[in-house]
């Protein structure tokens, strides 16, 4: 399966997203794609980006749920 990754500038989080609480973002953002789009994902933050790795045959869904999460 090959995999495609969206990256999010941390630094342009907006409200409700806290960039001081990465760790409780990256479970919002996960639940949000397993629960309301049936998305596997594997995301991951360094201290510029959060990392959202998912199927390529799955980006299109994730990114409109991102979208409409106000993260993209």
């Excluded at 806290?18 to 639940?31: Q, T």
């Excluded at 995301?43 to 991102?66: E, G, Q």
Aim: hydrophobic share 45%; proline share 4%; aromatic share 2%.
């Amino acid at each position: 399966m090959e995999t495609s990754t969206i990256r999010i500038a941390i630094r342009g989080l907006n409200e409700p997203w806290d960039a001081s609480r990465i760790p409780a973002v990256l479970e919002e953002i996960g639940d949000a794609l397993r629960e309301e789009a049936d998305i596997s994902a594997r995301l991951t933050a360094d201290s510029m980006t959060i990392a959202i790795d998912v199927a390529t045959d799955r980006l299109p869904d994730a990114a409109t749920l991102l979208r409409d999460l106000g993260l993209i």
